[in-house]
């Protein structure tokens, strides 16, 4: 009877950790934007203002951290947050299923003092319609700190511009909504090799998320 008596109590325990923990997982999360996508914090960011690509010094703006929970990667989403005392806009490209990214509001507006109350509604959505790809079978590419470099290994000419995507990480997560672009313009024959200096592309901290060239 004593041993039944403990084994009841420690199923008891364990179910009541199981859902402390559920609970834990949805206290953290802040808000659903639906689609397995989720604001899970809202803080005031200090430093360089990536939205734009200018890196120009901000301070107490209004930054989300946003979860993709999805098995499906992001192409575009546009948020709209309000609060009694505020509005705010945040634009992100390029999230991938189980990614995490650091947002900045579009206008660098000042973190909100009633930013625990605001609501977020995901004004537009939209996920890749066709799987990400580098195009290994393609090109070759190389990165160092501001410059990537691109290799046809085709076999035959690329006629079209060619236009590399790469974000920035932290820690795992991504640094801002901005996607950046590196574009070898007027194509590139079979064999041949080019540089274009980028100003945000780092060896350590950069991804390349996908290629794309034009086909003309």
């Not at 084994?7 to 609970?23: S, T």
Request: net charge negative; aromatic share 10%.
């Amino acid at each position: 009877m004593i041993g039944i008596a403990i084994l009841a109590a420690v199923i008891i325990i364990a179910v009541f950790m199981m859902q402390q923990g559920r609970r834990s997982d949805e206290d953290n999360r802040e808000s659903s934007l639906g689609n397995g996508i989720y604001i899970v914090s809202s803080e005031p960011y200090t430093g360089p203002f990536w939205e734009d690509g200018s890196d120009a010094a901000v301070e107490d703006i209004w930054s989300l951290k946003i979860v993709n929970s999805s098995d499906e990667d992001i192409e575009y989403l546009k948020i709209h947050a309000a609060t009694a005392e505020a509005e705010g806009n945040f634009e992100v490209t390029v999230l991938p299923a189980g990614g995490e990214l650091i947002v900045l509001e579009s206008s660098a507006a000042a973190y909100p003092q009633d930013a625990e109350d605001a609501r977020y509604d995901a004004e537009n959505l939209a996920f890749f319609q066709e799987e990400r790809s580098i195009l290994p079978e393609q090109l070759t590419l190389y990165g160092q700190d501001n410059w990537i470099k691109a290799e046809n290994i085709s076999g035959e000419d690329i006629a079209g511009d060619i236009c590399v995507y790469y974000k920035n990480l932290e820690d795992g997560i991504f640094q801002g909504g901005i996607t950046y672009r590196a574009v070898f313009p007027g194509g590139m024959a079979a064999g041949e090799a080019e540089e274009q200096e980028v100003l945000h592309y780092m060896k350590d901290t950069s991804q390349i998320m996908y290629v794309t060239y034009d086909q003309e």
